[in-house]
């Protein structure tokens, strides 16, 4: 079975300050694939990065980028200048090769404060 | 730019009633998905559908869950005999393909049993 871990239920930054979001996963599969997605308050989940497990480069999307420890199963994410906008719950979220599920975390809640 | 929209937003019903839940995906995309996330607990996976069958489901999908794309944009979700612990938010999303793809997802709609 896969899961998806977020230990940081709520955290906070100054507006233009770096914040890592933390989030590990257990599985047994080899390849996979690993996203992060973003949802602001009342408003839809919407894709920020994502990485696949055999790729050893590290996703990068502007300010946001991760940090991905294929042999410790971490997948973080780091964003820099954060701003106002950036406000919203981080979700993890695995997937499997074959198949089309996510498998999300709890979520970590971003507050970006001015 | 496209999104996927579902309605209502918020619906309280009596525990044994019937609900159904709608959705309009992305016109174009194939795939289609309903999650599910009780409050304080993970985003959970209920099921995917493609080519106007289910292709995935999990152990949360039971009988008395059943989907629907009646006229071709609509994607519904029906619980037959809702119980107390059917109250959650529910989130529909669709991809254009399956696998390492982006998820569009909806706002939500918040179902609440009493």
């Known amino acids: 079975a896969q899961t998806v871990t977020q230990s940081q239920p709520e955290m906070s930054v100054q507006e233009a300050e770096t914040v890592t979001l933390s989030c590990t996963y257990d599985?047994?599969?080899?390849?996979?694939?690993l996203f992060w997605y973003k949802q602001p308050p009342s408003r839809q989940m919407i894709l920020v990065i994502r990485q696949e497990a055999y790729k050893q480069q590290n996703a990068t999307e502007n300010r946001f980028s991760v940090n991905f420890q294929k042999a410790a199963k971490s997948f973080s994410l780091k964003i820099s200048d954060s701003q106002l906008g950036d406000t919203a719950m981080y979700f993890c979220a695995f997937m499997k090769p074959t198949g089309n599920q996510f498998y999300f975390g709890t979520g970590t809640s971003l507050t970006v404060i001015p | 730019e496209p999104e996927v929209t579902q309605t209502p937003s918020h619906q309280v019903t009596q525990m044994g009633q019937e609900v159904i839940l709608r959705c309009v995906p992305i016109s174009n995309h194939l795939y289609f998905y309903w999650y599910r996330q009780i409050l304080g607990q993970k985003v959970e996976f209920l099921v995917s559908?493609?080519?106007?069958?289910?292709?995935?489901k999990s152990e949360i999908f039971d009988d008395q869950f059943s989907v629907e794309r009646p006229d071709g944009s609509n994607f519904t979700l029906k619980i037959r005999s809702t119980k107390l612990e059917d109250s959650a938010m529910y989130f529909c999303a669709s991809t254009l393909t399956g696998g390492y793809t982006e998820a569009f997802f909806g706002q939500g709609t918040r179902l609440t049993v009493v």
């Open positions: 599985t047994s599969e080899s390849n996979y694939y």
């Open positions: 559908f493609y080519n106007n069958e289910i292709s995935e």
